[in-house]
């Protein structure tokens, strides 16, 4: 599968963006999936996660703390398209955010980078303050 992140950019603190990861090939309902970020000089970090293979059971997102109750993965996203809605952004919100997809396993949440095989290209997000 191809991923393509789109739809970063320059927002004041408190504002808020939609990212979307879109995939080609199979549905991305096929798959359980990831957001990334990665500011510069530090490590790519965990932000969120969907399996959908849990979905019907009212379960299936998991977020970073530092994101918890401010970014969320809407659940009726097209069939092969993944958002992210970031609310109440942050300064230190910025970094290069990347999307990413695994084959769907019924296991866990997923929450390293190595974890991933599909990988998008990245989308910035600077947050000014």
């Known amino acids: 599968v191809q991923l393509q992140a789109s739809g970063g950019g320059l927002v004041q603190a408190g504002g808020s963006l939609r990212l979307s990861c879109a995939a080609s090939?199979?549905?991305?309902?096929?798959?359980?999936m990831g957001w990334f970020r990665q500011a510069p000089g530090k490590e790519r970090e965990f932000v969120a996660t969907?399996?959908?293979?849990?979905?019907?059971?009212?379960?299936?997102?998991y977020y970073a703390d530092s994101v918890k109750d401010r970014f969320t993965i809407p659940r009726d996203n097209a069939k092969t398209t993944m958002y992210l809605q970031m609310n109440s952004l942050k300064p230190e919100d910025t970094a290069l955010y990347y999307c990413?997809?695994?084959?769907?396993?019924?296991?866990?949440?997923?929450?390293?980078?190595?974890?991933?095989?599909?990988w998008g290209q990245g989308t910035e997000v600077t947050v000014s303050s």
């Open positions: 990413a997809a695994r084959e769907s396993s019924y296991s866990g949440y997923y929450i390293y980078p190595t974890d991933y095989k599909y």
């Open positions: 090939g199979r549905a991305s309902s096929t798959y359980d």
């Open positions: 969907i399996k959908w293979s849990i979905i019907w059971r009212g379960g299936g997102t």
